[in-house]
């Protein structure tokens, strides 16, 4: 049984509950291991759709854990690859959201980023204050904030080390959706259950073709997504989607 997190099932969607509550759910290797022991998992089971990781009201997560890093030295971090490993959280390829409330700052920040969107409520307060540690991101921060905020606002962030109140992140691309704090893990859930829905190969290529917008060209992604889009007519899903649609009648979908 897990410690450090709380995994919940309703329906086909699976809600993961960061549970460090007194360390502000800092993220430390043991929260990283269980997560990465128990979301594949789940990740393969057909009736898994969608995935909702969360906080508490305080704190989405503080950041990477202080005091485990403390000691850390370089040959430690770099022989082990620290941190590395979270790599296998962001390629699962069931659709994940994060649902925020409180503080997202550092690794919990960069952890809401490798979801595949972010509700936040109206309290949310999201930033990378590595610099006031004498280190800077490492779990993407550099990378992912400045795809989704562009580099003016990134900098700033990153070498100010202030927080950004949800309501900036919003009109800045951060988040998806800004909601009252109370309604935050509600809404997440009720996206994911629409998501839960539809054709799970559909899904995963989806996260694939708007994830290839981060790496390639854009002559070379729109290639890639008629590829894809073309292969879909070969899918059962596809003919009943359509279907469905002609003869107004809710789609029934199959993964096939
Ligand atoms: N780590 C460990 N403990 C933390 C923590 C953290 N990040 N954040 C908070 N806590 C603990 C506090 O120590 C305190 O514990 P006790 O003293 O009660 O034992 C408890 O949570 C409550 O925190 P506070 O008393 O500070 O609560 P406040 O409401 O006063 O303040 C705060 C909330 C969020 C403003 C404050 O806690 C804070 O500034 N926390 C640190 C935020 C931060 O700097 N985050 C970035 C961490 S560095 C890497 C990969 C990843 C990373 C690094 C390297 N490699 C690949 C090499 C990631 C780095 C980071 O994320």
């Known amino acids: 049984m897990p410690k450090t997190i709380e995994i919940t099932r309703k329906a086909g969607v699976v809600l993961v509950r960061l549970n460090r509550p007194k360390q502000l759910n800092a993220l430390n290797k043991e929260l990283k291991d269980e997560i990465l022991a128990e979301l594949p998992k789940l990740d393969a089971d057909s009736s898994v759709r969608c995935f909702v990781i969360t906080g508490n009201e305080k704190a989405f997560a503080a950041g990477g854990d202080i005091k485990e890093m403390s000691t850390l030295t370089y040959a430690e971090a770099s022989t082990e690859d620290y941190f590395a490993d979270w790599d296998t959280f962001v390629n699962l390829r069931t659709p994940k959201i994060a649902a925020v409330n409180g503080y997202a700052l550092g690794g919990?920040?960069?952890?809401?980023?490798?979801?595949?969107?972010?509700?936040?409520?109206?309290?949310?307060?999201f930033g990378q204050p590595e610099i006031k540690l004498?280190?800077?991101?490492?779990?993407?921060?550099?990378?992912?904030?400045?795809?989704?905020?562009?580099?003016?606002?990134?900098?700033?962030?990153?070498?100010?080390?202030?927080?950004?109140m949800a309501d900036e992140a919003l009109a800045s691309g951060l988040v998806?959706?800004?909601?009252?704090?109370?309604?935050?893990?509600?809404?997440?859930?009720?996206?994911?259950?629409?998501?839960?829905e539809y054709s799970k190969p559909v899904t995963a290529l989806v996260r694939d073709v708007v994830n290839r917008a981060d790496e390639t060209s854009l002559t070379e992604g729109l290639?890639?997504?008629?590829?894809?889009?073309?292969?879909?007519?070969?899918?059962?899903?596809?003919?009943?989607?359509?279907?469905?649609?002609i003869e107004k009648r809710k789609p029934s979908f199959k993964d096939k």
């Open 108 to 125: 919990g920040c960069e952890l809401a980023m490798m979801c595949d969107f972010i509700v936040a409520g109206e309290g949310a307060q």
């Open 134 to 164: 004498g280190i800077i991101a490492g779990m993407g921060g550099s990378q992912r904030m400045t795809k989704l905020i562009g580099r003016a606002k990134s900098m700033d962030m990153h070498l100010t080390g202030r927080m950004m």
């Open 176 to 196: 998806a959706r800004v909601v009252p704090d109370d309604k935050v893990v509600e809404t997440a859930m009720a996206a994911a259950a629409q998501i839960a």
């Open 223 to 245: 290639f890639f997504e008629r590829r894809i889009f073309h292969s879909l007519f070969a899918t059962e899903d596809q003919k009943e989607g359509m279907n469905a649609f």
